[in-house]
């Protein structure tokens, strides 16, 4: 967790043209600019990370995408569109079923990108084209850093996507600027440490967690889910956070806590009335919520302030409190984060 901010800057350094500000992409024989449509496949916090990049090319690069977990790709039958490209994430390379649909996207005559952390990884030998993360090994079981440069390297690879099309270079200039401050905004979300340890210690006894948030945050409600399920053996779900209200809403009491992510922009009116309806419910809540947000009083129990940032790199730093979070209640709960089950 804590190399985050150095490994993040290698994953920048590695693919960003600084005097142009241009994201540069390793060779590939084939051409992202014919690109009409993108498909992503992979398994868990990579296939979340998949549902942002997801996000931010519709978004950035205003290409449709679909998204498959790899099992479920690989056993069926799914029409693809011809100039669409074949994206693959894995930080191992080596996951059996995200390496069972590449071959089977090649097999039909796809083109195959892959975003892989292991060099001469198998799925990296059978991609055509590929794009390193440069973090080092994840010696961990649960994925964190793999997961943030995934993040960043999705977000590169729409501002690429973006400038073969129709974004500014304005846009394209303030989009750069807000990649190059990753780094500084990782180690700055860190530093809420020991707050977010304090937050933990008081929540770790509850049995049930909700992780709640719109848009490209949603996806990160996912992997703050997963990550405390993984490590802690609490049962946790992610939600959109207006779906809570057709039915997991039935869970909300004193024991189901819940976290919010709250970004500042046009979602805040619509986030902070699904937490009033938490809180009719007595649903304790903890809210990430960027710095220019102002919440109502005594909406949140608990508010972990992260910096405000461009849309392009939100999901980044929204990361970092639901690491920690998981990390320091594993821990109170004198968990082995290093070797979960
Ligand atoms: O190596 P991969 O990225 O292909 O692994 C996929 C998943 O098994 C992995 O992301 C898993 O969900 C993580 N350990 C979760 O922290």
């Known amino acids: 967790i804590y190399e985050q901010p150095v490994v993040v800057a290698q994953t920048l350094r590695a693919y960003l043209r600084r005097m142009e500000n241009e994201v540069a992409m390793p060779d590939m024989d084939f051409d992202l600019g014919a690109v009409k449509r993108i498909t992503i496949v992979a398994c868990g916090t990579s296939f979340y990370a998949g549902m942002v990049a997801k996000y931010w090319f519709e978004t950035f690069a205003r290409v449709p995408v679909d998204i498959d977990v790899a099992s479920e790709f690989r056993y069926r039958n799914t029409p693809l569109f011809r100039n669409s490209l074949f994206f693959v994430i894995s930080q191992s390379g080596e996951t059996i079923d995200t390496l069972a649909g590449l071959r089977e996207a090649k097999r039909k005559g796809y083109k195959v990108l892959a975003v892989n952390n292991v060099v001469g990884s198998s799925i990296a030998r059978e991609a055509d084209g590929g794009i390193y993360q440069h973090v080092g090994p994840e010696i961990g079981v649960a994925s964190t850093k793999a997961f943030t440069s995934q993040l960043l390297i999705g977000a590169m690879l729409a501002l690429y996507l973006g400038r073969l099309r129709d974004m500014s270079f304005s846009d394209g200039t303030e989009y750069v600027r807000a990649l190059k401050g990753v780094p500084d905004l ?147 709960l004198q968990r082995d984060v290093d070797k979960p089950r």
């Open 186 to 332: 990782v180690r700055r979300t860190l530093e809420q440490a020991p707050h977010i340890k304090e937050i933990a210690k008081r929540y770790a006894h509850y049995h049930d967690f909700l992780f709640l948030g719109r848009l490209s945050l949603f996806p990160v409600a996912l992997e703050g889910a997963l990550k405390l399920k993984e490590i802690s053996y609490i049962h946790a779900e992610g939600y959109p956070a207006a779906e809570m209200k057709h039915g997991p809403i039935a869970l909300i009491s004193e024991q189901c806590p819940s976290v919010f992510f709250v970004p500042a922009g046009d979602m805040f009116n619509k986030i902070v009335s699904s937490m009033q309806e938490i809180k009719a419910r007595k649903g304790r809540i903890i809210a990430v919520a960027t710095t220019n947000c102002e919440l109502p009083p005594g909406l949140a129990d608990d508010i972990i302030r992260i910096p405000e940032c461009h849309e392009a790199v939100l999901p980044i730093v929204a990361t970092i409190p639901v690491q920690l979070l998981s990390y320091y209640i594993a821990v109170e």
